[in-house]
T-cell receptor
Framework: AQSVTQLDSHVSVSEGTPVLLRCNYSSSYSPSLFWYVQHPNKGLQLLLK??????LVKGINGFEAEFKKSETSFHLTKPSAHMSDAAEYFCVVSLNEKLTFGTGTRLTIIP | DTGVSQNPRHKITKRGQNVTFRCDPISEHNRLYWYRQTLGQGPEFLTYFQNEAQLEKSRLLSDRFSAERPKGSFSTLEIQRTEQGDSAMYLCASSLAAGGPSEQFFGPGTRLTVL
């Protein structure tokens, strides 16, 4: 069985400060992990993916995530938040083409 | 190509009616997926196709649900005898099989409300 747990349902940060969205995974196999973002009234967009290459993965819009096998974590970070980052973020694990989503973290940016 | 498109974007129906949604994937993509997302939750996998073959169906997909991809291009998802619990956002995604986990590109979804 495979699953992901997003540890925070809501995160609020001030514009210009760092962002940390936490995700732990459970997988019987070497996992493929993704972060997707969902802006209101828009489709899900892939931010980044980990597929057993480099453990530090860089994505779009300045986001990155680090795969830590010892901690079974895949946290998403960004050094400086922008107002346009406000959205719902999903940590996702993939097995045999089937994506399993976490429950999501809503990121709010305070001006 | 403008990405994955879904129609209609919104559907309101009465309990017991049948509804059908359409998904047009990115043209060169051979895999097509359906997911369902309820309020406050992440999307849940329903089924997927490689070309016209339906390769996997979730236990969430009851007998009232049927999906087709007759020519390996667009797909339809039909729900018969709708129930209020079917109210959700239905998401379609497509990808190009490439020997590893392929990026799935999502459409904007069809929001179903069953009264």
């Amino acid at each position: 069985a495979q699953s992901v747990t997003q540890l925070d349902s809501h995160v609020s940060v001030s514009e210009g400060t760092p962002v940390l969205l936490r995700c732990n995974y459970s997988s019987s196999y070497s996992p493929s992990l993704f972060w997707y973002v969902q802006h209101p009234n828009k489709g899900l967009q892939l931010l980044l993916k980990y597929t057993s290459a480099a453990t530090l993965v860089k994505g779009i819009n300045g986001f990155e995530a680090e795969f830590k096998k010892s901690e079974t974590s895949f946290h998403l970070t960004k050094p400086s938040a922008h107002m346009s980052d406000a959205a719902e973020y999903f940590c996702v694990v993939s097995l045999n083409e089937k994506l399993t989503f976490g429950t999501g973290t809503r990121l709010t940016i305070i001006p | 190509d403008t990405g994955v498109s879904q129609n209609p974007r919104h559907k309101i129906t009465k309990r017991g009616q049948n509804v059908t949604f359409r998904c047009d994937p990115i043209s060169e993509h051979n895999r097509l997926y359906w997911y369902r997302q309820t309020l406050g939750q992440g999307p849940e996998f329903l089924t997927y196709f490689q070309n016209e073959a339906q390769l996997e169906k979730s236990r969430l997909l009851s007998d009232r649900f049927s999906a087709e991809r007759p020519k390996g291009s667009f797909s339809t998802l039909e729900i018969q005898r709708t129930e209020q619990g079917d109210s959700a956002m239905y998401l379609c995604a497509s990808s190009l099989a490439a020997g590893g986990p392929s990026e799935q590109f999502f459409g904007p979804g069809t929001r179903l409300t069953v009264l």
